[in-house]
């Protein structure tokens, strides 16, 4: 896959904005290793292997088991995940996918079972932060750090 551009170096102000809330998403309170396994999902979904790359590295970091790691795309059908991580996987899931979902009554309710109104919009501003990531890197056609590596 050939590089498309570098949005680092066309947009410094966009990029450095994203970048300051990402700053904001982590260390607004939410717990590393189940952000790193919502940025995990939402880039499944995605097809983001860029991040999927980090997001592991960096859930293997926090602590995060292998074995929730492999299972993560089935995580509906593994008891690996507590009540509050099926919750933020499932908005996870919806906001991904907000097209298809519209945000569902039932996922908030259950997310609302386990999470803080101000941690819901922490969580939400999390997810839509990977979205963004995700879309910056599978749109600009960033190199996944194996091809960078490879090439080197």
């Given at each position: ?33 189940l ?5 995990m ?86 997810i ?17 750090p ?7």
């Open positions: 896959m050939t590089p498309r551009l570098d949005p680092k170096k066309v947009a410094p102000g966009a990029y450095n904005a994203m970048l300051t809330l990402e700053k904001y998403v982590r260390e607004c309170g939410i717990d590393p290793a952000a790193d396994l919502l940025r999902r939402a880039s499944q979904i995605n097809g983001c292997a860029y991040c999927l790359d980090m997001h592991s590295k960096d859930a293997r970091k926090e602590g995060v088991s292998e074995q929730k790691l492999y299972v993560l795309d089935g995580w509906r059908h593994s008891p690996a995940y507590s009540a509050r991580e099926r919750a933020a996987l499932a908005w996870t899931e919806a906001l991904t996918l907000i097209a298809e979902t519209g945000a569902p009554d039932d996922v908030y309710d259950e997310l609302r079972r386990h999470f803080s109104e101000a941690e819901i919009v922490n969580l939400s501003l999390l839509v932060t990977i979205n963004a990531w995700n879309r910056l890197v599978v749109g600009s056609r960033i190199e996944h194996v091809a960078q590596r490879a090439a080197a």
